[in-house]
Every structure is written in C-alpha cells, then in structure tokens.
C-alpha cells in the first residue's frame, strides 16, 4: 500500500512553511528562537491536514513542549495513518549565524514503518553505492575506503569523505588523512552531510561518524528515496539511554541497522533550504530593489518561488463609504511562466491571481494590521492610498504564505505611514508588524 501522492505536495507546504517562519529570525544570534519559529509553523500546518499523523521522531519527550515531541497526535483525525519524523530546523547554529545549510526537514511514511529512534547517538555509514559488502559500519576505516575506491575506480586521494567536525572523531580523520582520503568537515547539519553522498555533484564519496540518532533515522528516509545505501547503531552512554531503550521496544542494543529496517515500505521525504548550502538553495530576500517606490522587495526560496512587490503611497481624497479611513490596494498577478509549476490554465491562473488579490485585501483592510486610520491627512479631503503590487513569477510552495512575506518585508521598508500634522509630512507608524508575521 502506498501513501496518496496527493500528499507529496501537502508535506513540502509544509516544510516550506516552517523554512519560511525560521528565515525570519536568520543571522538574529538565537537558535532557540529560529527553531520555535519552525516547530509552530510545522505543528499548525500538520494539525490542519487530513491525516492521523504521530510524532517518532521528534524534539524531545512531552515535557520539552512547545517542541514537536515523540508520541505527539497530529493532523485532523480524518484520513490514513502516518508515522512524521521531524526536524523542524536543523543547523539551528547556521541559520542563528546566518551560515549556509540550515534546513527544514520532514520525512513520512505509513503507520509503523519508521523507526521509532531514542534520543541518543548513533554510528552510521553512508554511500551512494547500494551493493552490499562494499562499505560496513563493522569494516575497519581502511577497509572502507579500499573497497570503495576499488569500486568506483578511484584512488584513494580522489575520493571525499564528509564527517562531523567533532573531537570524537580524531582516530577517524587521522586515518582518513593517512590514507590520503579528501576530508569534509562539517561543524552541524547530521541529515544533509548524510544527504551528500546521494549526487556524484556534491563531490563526497562517504558519510561516516557518530551523530544524533533521530537525524540518522530522517537521513535514512532521504537516502532510501536515492537508492542509496546505510547503516546505524545506536550507542547508549547510561543506563538510563538503555533502560528508555528497552521501553522503545529496542531488544538488541548493539544490532547495526539495515537502511530497510529504518524505513520501510512507502515514504515521503522533503527538504526546504533556509540558508544556500550545498544541498539546497536557500530563501533569498531582497528590499528596495525598486528605486522609483516607497518601499519594494523580491522573495525567492528555493529554485522554484520568486515574487516581487512594489508598495507606492498617494495623496487621494478617501472613499465617500470610509471617510476616516485611508485606502489600501492590493493587485496580484501571476505570470504565465508559473504555468508549469502551478500546473494551471490560463484562464485559472487569472482567476487565482483575482482570489489571491481580494484575501490579501481582506487580511490587510480588515485585521487592523495597519491602522487605516493613520492614514487620513485632512478628515473628509486627503488621505494616503497604499497601493501594493505584487508578481508572482515562479511558484511551488503556498501562494498566500509567500506573497504575504513579499508584502510584509516591502512594506517594512517604509517603516512607518507617512501622516499630516499643522501642514507637515510626519511619520506616524501604526503598523502591527507582529500581527503581519
């Protein structure tokens, strides 16, 4: 039995979503905060879904709550079954820093098919190459490394192996060096250094070292979709690791784990870059791009969403229906080139831009986001229209969601709505920016 297509594109809304809550908090020094930001927007996206989602791999246990924690029920209680791993933001450390890799990932597949893994380390070995005995975790590194350069017909010194950055792994990397094996060492980010053994472009050859468990589980989901290959053990420092174990249903505590007993049967696995690495490209915002508006700015996330919008102020007479109010105009367009990604007709397309452009409206005039209010300059006379354009040039995540952002961070631009006060332009800021984000 396979899990409905229908929901490939509903878990990448998802990871999406909780890329784009984080990316908000980039380079603002507080991982906690960037990782919240995500774990918020996963867990409402999820919990609106048509599905009887739960949690095995997680955050924590229930007691690290706000955190998406292991056991947690998700999802609208209609539809299949569905086992989530979860790692709402990994690389918390590069997204705080504004570094490259950080990355919202989520990986799914039916009830039971996906290892339930506790919160310990784990020992694992990767490698594009599925056919069995050419690398094992119980092979010595030297082994490893002569099998495989045996086997894609390279020398030692031209392959690439990629491992954490960690003390722990010195005996490792020194063999490795002796060897004359090309060394990738990174400081975060278990799942995506896994993840670069799946493309010849990446140009690494091995994954290898001891990691988190869980992002071992999470990589097993993605590297599975590649064909790849994988092994994991798990390693228990306490007694207390063990004991948990045990209650997980872990009988053998030293087994090495196949790639096909972490995950089996159908899944899904998707990726969101919040910061450019190596993998994915990551979300991209640019402000006052537009030099002949107030404010402006282009979004863009991933290969596949690019928006643009323009935010112009006018001096006009208010409407005779809303005479203390000022105006705010929202038009959207969505370009032809988004045909392909959309998957839509022409007459769709236009259609769509029209519903688009009435709920931002909506959202905008009726939330009190901005004070319209503020934006009369004479009572009855003048008052300050705001209008906003917005382009959708490409698009595969949620439009709303993305042209929302768009929006937001052009009009932030502005900073505050221009007012009238004795005959004078003042700037006279009513504008719920919390509400906006």
Same mark, same amino acid.
């Given at each position: 039995?396979?899990?409905?297509?229908?929901?490939?594109?509903?878990?990448?809304? &998802?990871?999406?979503?909780?890329?784009?809550?984080?990316?908000?908090?980039?380079?603002?020094?507080?991982?906690?905060?960037?990782?919240?930001?995500?774990?918020?927007?996963?867990?409402? *996206?999820?919990?609106?879904?048509?599905?009887?989602?739960?949690?095995?791999?997680?955050?924590?246990?229930?007691?690290?709550?706000?955190?998406?924690?292991?056991?947690?029920?998700?999802?609208?209680?209609?539809?299949?079954?569905?086992?989530?791993?979860?790692?709402?933001?990994?690389?918390?450390?590069?997204?705080?820093?504004?570094?490259?890799?950080?990355?919202?990932?989520?990986? &799914?597949?039916?009830?039971?098919?996906?290892?339930?893994?506790?919160?310990?380390?784990?020992?694992?070995?990767?490698?594009?190459?599925?056919? =069995?005995?050419?690398?094992?975790?119980?092979?010595?590194?030297?082994?490893?490394?002569?099998?495989?350069?045996?086997?894609?017909?390279? =020398?030692?010194?031209?392959?690439?192996?990629?491992?954490?950055?960690?003390?722990?792994?010195?005996?490792?990397?020194?063999?490795?060096?002796?060897?004359?094996?090309? #060394?990738?060492?990174?400081?975060?980010?278990? /799942?995506?250094?896994?993840?670069?053994?799946?493309?010849?472009?990446?140009?690494?050859?091995?994954?290898?070292?001891?990691?988190?468990?869980? *992002?071992? /589980?999470?990589?097993?989901?993605?590297?599975?979709?590649?064909?790849?290959?994988?092994?994991?053990?798990? #390693?228990? *420092?306490?007694?207390?690791?063990?004991?948990?174990?045990?209650?997980?249903?872990?009988?053998?505590?030293?087994?090495?784990?196949?790639?096909?007993?972490? &995950?089996?049967?159908?899944?899904?696995?998707?990726?969101?870059?919040?910061?450019?690495?190596? #993998?994915?490209?990551?979300?991209?915002? *640019?402000?006052?791009?537009?030099?002949?508006?107030?404010?402006?700015?282009? #979004?863009?996330?991933?290969?596949?969403?690019?928006?643009?919008?323009?935010?112009?102020?006018?001096?006009?007479?208010?409407?005779?229906?809303?005479?203390?109010?000022?105006?705010?105009?929202?038009?959207?367009?969505?370009?032809?080139?988004?045909?392909?990604?959309?998957?839509?007709?022409?007459?769709?397309?236009?259609?769509?831009?029209?519903?688009?452009?009435?709920?931002?409206?909506?959202?905008?005039?009726?939330?009190?986001?901005?004070?319209?209010?503020?934006?009369?300059? &004479?009572?009855?006379?003048?008052?300050?229209?705001?209008?906003?354009?917005?382009?959708?040039?490409?698009?595969?995540?949620?439009?709303?969601?993305?042209?929302?952002?768009?929006?937001?961070?052009?009009? =932030?631009?502005?900073?505050?709505?221009?007012?009238?006060?004795?005959?004078?332009?003042?700037?006279?800021?009513?504008?719920?920016?919390?509400?906006?984000?």
């Amino acid at each position: 039995m396979a899990i409905d297509k229908k929901f490939v594109d509903q878990f990448i809304n &998802v990871s999406s979503k909780a890329a784009l809550s984080s990316s908000y908090l980039v380079g603002k020094k507080d991982k906690i905060a960037a990782d919240k930001a995500a774990v918020d927007s996963m867990r409402s *996206e999820l919990n609106k879904m048509n599905i009887q989602g739960k949690i095995v791999i997680g955050e924590g246990e229930l007691d690290d709550a706000p955190m998406l924690y292991i056991g947690e029920k998700l999802g609208n209680k209609n539809g299949p079954e569905l086992d989530i791993a979860v790692d709402p933001l990994e690389g918390t450390n590069f997204a705080a820093n504004n570094l490259p890799g950080a990355l919202s990932v989520i990986a &799914v597949s039916e009830k039971n098919n996906l290892f339930n893994a506790p919160e310990t380390y784990m020992d694992k070995i990767s490698t594009r190459v599925k056919e =069995k005995n050419v690398i094992d975790l119980d092979f010595p590194v030297k082994k490893n490394i002569s099998n495989l350069s045996d086997y894609l017909n390279k =020398k030692p010194e031209d392959l690439t192996a990629c491992l954490l950055d960690r003390p722990r792994h010195k005996k490792i990397i020194n063999e490795l060096k002796d060897l004359g094996v090309n #060394l990738k060492l990174i400081t975060d980010g278990d /799942v995506s250094g896994a993840l670069m053994v799946t493309d010849e472009k990446y140009n690494v050859d091995i994954f290898l070292g001891i990691g988190g468990g869980p *992002e071992g /589980v999470l990589a097993a989901a993605a590297l599975d979709a590649y064909n790849c290959s994988f092994q994991g053990r798990f #390693l228990f *420092e306490t007694d207390e690791d063990k004991t948990r174990a045990k209650k997980m249903g872990i009988k053998n505590l030293s087994k090495k784990y196949e790639i096909n007993e972490i &995950v089996s049967g159908d899944s899904i696995f998707c990726a969101t870059g919040i910061t450019s690495g190596d #993998l994915v490209s990551g979300i991209k915002i *640019e402000n006052n791009i537009f030099p002949h508006v107030h404010g402006s700015s282009r #979004l863009r996330i991933g290969l596949g969403t690019e928006i643009l919008c323009a935010v112009k102020m006018e001096v006009v007479p208010p409407l005779e229906s809303r005479p203390e109010h000022g105006i705010i105009g929202i038009n959207v367009d969505i370009s032809p080139s988004c045909d392909r990604y959309l998957k839509i007709r022409n007459d769709k397309r236009n259609e769509d831009a029209t519903n688009l452009s009435d709920l931002l409206q909506s959202m905008y005039a009726e939330s009190n986001a901005i004070d319209q209010g503020d934006l009369i300059i &004479v009572k009855g006379k003048y008052c300050w229209a705001c209008y906003i354009d917005i382009i959708i040039l490409k698009a595969d995540c949620s439009l709303l969601d993305a042209t929302s952002i768009a929006t937001y961070i052009a009009l =932030k631009c502005i900073e505050s709505i221009f007012n009238v006060k004795n005959g004078k332009i003042i700037k006279n800021s009513k504008i719920d920016w919390n509400y906006l984000c």
